[in-house]
């Protein structure tokens, strides 16, 4: 039997050959050109004998099915043409998969994505592993383009459109046994009984498959136009045609061909192709490799942090403790009465019933998460979380006695979200010890944690600190503690400039709504709100000497006031016991809210370059990372640098020189920005 690169065949006893997918010199499987002329090569044998009577496409990997396409390939597309060239020729030989005579078979443990999916959406069958790690789905348009090898018509005749746009539309995954659930995959069993449900499922006759009278009726013109003009509303709510097309266009071609024929695959080919070479595609495409690049760090440590033990309950430190208790570490939580401690149970039990589904998966995440007023956790923890509240003199304190408890070999990490670590480790006997691990709130929800490094942490500290990060599937970026870090530095002036135009007159509806157009998922009023006003004015109020900003009026008033934004039913906004802001009206403003992102954008940019000339962090690349995964900064645009660089680094200097004179502050001490 003839050999090949990257796949491996396999005939057993039953007449199934069991065709296992192994990329060469790659922990995972991903797709490119390659693996697809030898995928097509190992068809025309099958085609051409009858020695088979089913086929099993597995994965040889340790881990996963297939992650998607190499996506490496696609800035090697020459034009448009060679784009859609090559996805029509992935298309036609997934169409021969699904023509065999033959039962063809995906079996599924692990992720299943992109064109991981495709591929098995062209089998008769699909059995899925149904534990946590399998998750399956179509990301495509989180790199601005849509599935081009058959999935957005494959998908919707499989499980009607509704279902099926639900997952293409936002790029969510789903695991094993809502996949069953849907009929994505034909059953969902416990790992060791997949090689027996892939047999079972390889030896049925061939059978079409059944399209339910519901999705032949749902996808008929009349119903393709109404459902249509109802999904294309609901996507608005929530992103733009302009800065997201690749959804939007997803739409458009199942509603004027549907799923039926050859048309609406070349459609997918031509439109998937041109989004290739799309600027959002182009951007969407660098933050994935940015995300991989943080994913690479800390690899080189041997660290491994068993027993994680946090003091401060806190919404920061429980929300820390419960997040390590989640990913299966034990966890020790420490304050000063029980009942500081018990609403952070409360949120941990809440995160456990949401992540784990199943009732005992949720009864050992709680095990594993241990009150602990005494801290008796801290002699035996491999790493110390300190999350009490931004104060020097009471973080001195605690690490005073910390270092005096813990392991020899235990990390001490701080969360402060601003102090440099230099400041807090003055009163140590052992200051290289101290490292920063600054998380972002909602911890559960923001990929990004700051591993801040002082003047003197130790270059093994802070690789360990980095390796428990990615132990616990955050993104780590390494900075250099200055105030503020980088986040916080270059969020803190935007976020003050908002309620100084907030002082100047513009309504905060108008602010935000601005700055929603700009691709910010929130405005920076309503963010000011999530974080806390009482945060944002402590933060405020240390960096205000090192960036020489002053405080708006408006924000200590309303703290004075009792009004800490979210958290407390009111802030800039009034909120529903539930949390959720009760939105106002958006005034009218008669001028274009470019003017106001312009302004707001230019402070990110202007302490963003500051960053970079103060060594925060390594690169533009990394700065771009930060402030795109922890402030959610619009992915579209690449990141602030990668924004700067597209519209004119001189012209937006200009303009930032311009606004500054006109509001009379003073421009003797503007350097001007330079790409470092």
């Given at each position: 039997?003839?050999?090949?690169?990257?796949?491996?065949?396999?005939?057993?006893?039953?007449?199934?050959?069991?065709?296992?997918?192994?990329?060469?010199?790659?922990?995972?499987?991903?797709?490119?050109q390659e693996v697809m002329e030898e995928?097509?090569?190992?068809?025309?044998?099958?085609?051409?004998?009858?020695?088979?009577?089913?086929?099993?496409?597995?994965?040889?990997?340790?881990?996963?099915?297939?992650?998607?396409?190499?996506?490496?390939?696609?800035?090697?597309?020459?034009?448009?043409?060679?784009?859609?060239?090559?996805?029509?020729?992935?298309?036609?030989?997934?169409?021969?998969?699904?023509?065999?005579?033959?039962?063809?078979?995906?079996?599924?443990?692990?992720?299943?994505?992109?064109?991981?999916?495709?591929?098995?959406?062209?089998?008769?069958?699909?059995?899925?592993?149904?534990?946590?790690?399998?998750?399956?789905?179509?990301?495509?348009?989180?790199?601005?383009?849509?599935?081009?090898?058959?999935?957005?018509?494959?998908?919707?005749?499989?499980?009607?459109?509704?279902?099926?746009?639900?997952?293409?539309?936002?790029?969510?995954?789903?695991?094993?046994?809502?996949?069953?659930?849907?009929?994505?995959?034909?059953?969902?069993?416990?790992?060791?009984?997949?090689?027996?449900?892939?047999?079972?499922?390889?030896?049925?006759?061939?059978?079409?498959?059944?399209?339910?009278?519901?999705?032949?009726?749902?996808?008929?013109?009349?119903?393709?136009?109404?459902?249509?003009?109802?999904?294309?509303?609901?996507?608005?709510?929530?992103?733009?045609?302009?800065?997201?097309?690749?959804?939007?266009?997803?739409?458009?071609?199942?509603?004027?061909?549907?799923?039926?024929?050859?048309?609406?695959?070349?459609?997918?080919?031509?439109?998937?192709?041109?989004?290739?070479?799309?600027?959002?595609?182009?951007?969407?495409?660098?933050?994935?490799?940015?995300?991989?690049?943080?994913?690479?760090?800390?690899?080189?440590?041997?660290?491994?942090?068993?027993?994680?033990?946090?003091?401060?309950?806190?919404?920061?430190?429980?929300?820390?403790?419960?997040?390590?208790?989640?990913?299966?570490?034990?966890?020790?939580?420490?304050?000063?009465?029980?009942?500081?401690?018990?609403?952070?149970?409360?949120?941990?039990?809440?995160?456990?019933?949401?992540?784990?589904?199943?009732?005992?998966?949720?009864?050992?995440?709680?095990?594993?998460?241990?009150?602990?007023?005494?801290?008796?956790?801290?002699?035996?923890?491999?790493?110390?979380?300190?999350?009490?509240?931004?104060?020097?003199?009471?973080?001195?304190?605690?690490?005073?006695?910390?270092?005096?408890?813990?392991?020899?070999?235990?990390?001490?990490?701080?969360?402060?979200?601003?102090?440099?670590?230099?400041?807090?480790?003055?009163?140590?006997?052992?200051?290289?010890?101290?490292?920063?691990?600054?998380?972002?709130?909602?911890?559960?929800?923001?990929?990004?944690?700051?591993?801040?490094?002082?003047?003197?942490?130790?270059?093994?500290?802070?690789?360990?600190?980095?390796?428990?990060?990615?132990?616990?599937?955050?993104?780590?970026?390494?900075?250099?503690?200055?105030?503020?870090?980088?986040?916080?530095?270059?969020?803190?002036?935007?976020?003050?400039?908002?309620?100084?135009?907030?002082?100047?007159?513009?309504?905060?509806?108008?602010?935000?709504?601005?700055?929603?157009?700009?691709?910010?998922?929130?405005?920076?009023?309503?963010l000011a709100d999530a974080v806390g006003?009482?945060?944002?004015?402590?933060?405020?109020?240390?960096?205000?000497?090192?960036?020489?900003?002053?405080?708006?009026?408006?924000?200590?008033?309303?703290?004075?006031?009792?009004?800490?934004?979210?958290?407390?039913?009111?802030?800039?906004?009034?909120?529903?016991?539930?949390?959720?802001?009760?939105?106002?009206?958006?005034?009218?403003?008669?001028?274009?809210?470019?003017?106001?992102?312009?302004?707001?954008?230019?402070?990110?940019?202007?302490?963003?370059?500051?960053?970079?000339?103060?060594?925060?962090?390594?690169?533009?690349?990394?700065?771009?990372?930060?402030?795109?995964?922890?402030?959610?900064?619009?992915?579209?645009?690449?990141?602030?640098?990668?924004?700067?660089?597209?519209?004119?680094?001189?012209?937006?200097?200009?303009?930032?020189?311009?606004?500054?004179?006109?509001?009379?502050?003073?421009?003797?001490?503007?350097?001007?920005?330079?790409?470092?």
């Amino acid at each position: 039997m003839k050999k090949y690169n990257h796949w491996r065949l396999e005939p057993n006893t039953d007449h199934i050959l069991w065709l296992y997918f192994d990329r060469k010199n790659a922990s995972v499987n991903t797709i490119n050109q390659e693996v697809m002329e030898e995928l097509s090569d190992i068809l025309d044998t099958i085609e051409s004998t009858k020695e088979y009577e089913g086929v099993v496409i597995a994965s040889a990997k340790k881990h996963g099915f297939v992650a998607g396409a190499d996506i490496s390939q696609f800035g090697q597309f020459k034009n448009i043409e060679e784009a859609i060239n090559l996805l029509r020729k992935g298309q036609l030989i997934f169409d021969r998969i699904e023509n065999l005579k033959i039962a063809t078979v995906a079996l599924i443990d692990g992720f299943c994505l992109g064109g991981g999916l495709e591929l098995a959406l062209a089998c008769r069958y699909r059995v899925a592993e149904d534990g946590p790690k399998t998750r399956l789905g179509l990301p495509e348009v989180k790199l601005g383009i849509h599935p081009g090898w058959g999935g957005t018509v494959r998908l919707p005749r499989l499980i009607g459109a509704p279902n099926a746009f639900n997952m293409i539309l936002s790029g969510h995954t789903i695991s094993g046994k809502a996949a069953a659930k849907l009929g994505i995959v034909d059953v969902s069993v416990p790992k060791r009984h997949l090689v027996t449900a892939a047999n079972y499922y390889a030896l049925q006759s061939a059978k079409p498959r059944i399209i339910t009278k519901m999705n032949q009726v749902i996808n008929n013109k009349l119903s393709r136009t109404l459902l249509s003009t109802y999904l294309r509303k609901k996507l608005h709510e929530k992103v733009s045609p302009e800065h997201y097309p690749a959804p939007f266009q997803v739409i458009d071609n199942w509603e004027q061909l549907g799923v039926n024929g050859t048309e609406p695959m070349v459609k997918e080919a031509q439109t998937c192709g041109k989004l290739f070479f799309s600027e959002t595609s182009e951007n969407l495409v660098r933050v994935f490799f940015l995300q991989e690049r943080l994913k690479s760090l800390g690899k080189e440590s041997r660290f491994e942090a068993k027993h994680v033990h946090v003091v401060g309950a806190g919404t920061m430190g429980g929300d820390i403790a419960a997040w390590c208790a989640l990913q299966g570490m034990r966890v020790t939580l420490q304050d000063r009465e029980a009942k500081f401690i018990a609403p952070a149970i409360k949120r941990a039990y809440a995160l456990f019933k949401d992540k784990l589904k199943e009732p005992y998966l949720v009864q050992k995440a709680m095990d594993r998460l241990v009150p602990d007023i005494e801290g008796f956790g801290i002699p035996h923890a491999d790493i110390i979380i300190e999350a009490i509240f931004e104060n020097l003199a009471a973080k001195q304190a605690l690490f005073k006695e910390l270092e005096t408890q813990a392991k020899p070999n235990a990390i001490l990490a701080t969360n402060t979200s601003s102090i440099p670590l230099d400041d807090i480790n003055s009163v140590m006997q052992t200051p290289e010890r101290l490292v920063g691990i600054h998380f972002f709130n909602p911890v559960p929800k923001m990929l990004l944690v700051e591993i801040v490094s002082g003047a003197h942490t130790a270059a093994n500290v802070t690789e360990n600190a980095i390796a428990f990060t990615r132990k616990i599937d955050r993104l780590p970026l390494p900075v250099k503690s200055l105030p503020g870090f980088l986040v916080n530095r270059v969020l803190m002036p935007y976020l003050l400039e908002s309620v100084t135009l907030l002082d100047e007159g513009i309504p905060m509806t108008v602010i935000d709504k601005a700055m929603v157009d700009f691709g910010m998922p929130m405005g920076p009023i309503a963010l000011a709100d999530a974080v806390g006003l009482d945060v944002c004015l402590s933060v405020a109020t240390y960096l205000g000497g090192f960036l020489n900003t002053t405080v708006p009026p408006r924000l200590t008033a309303l703290i004075n006031q009792g009004k800490l934004g979210r958290k407390t039913g009111e802030g800039f906004y009034k909120y529903t016991k539930a949390g959720k802001q009760i939105k106002p009206k958006v005034e009218e403003y008669g001028k274009p809210l470019t003017d106001i992102s312009d302004r707001l954008v230019l402070r990110m940019l202007d302490q963003s370059f500051a960053c970079l000339r103060d060594g925060v962090v390594a690169d533009a690349d990394l700065l771009d990372a930060g402030m795109i995964f922890g402030t959610g900064f619009a992915p579209f645009r690449g990141g602030p640098m990668r924004y700067a660089k597209t519209r004119g680094v001189h012209e937006l200097f200009e303009l930032f020189v311009r606004l500054q004179q006109e509001r009379h502050e003073k421009t003797d001490e503007l350097i001007e920005w330079e790409l470092i």
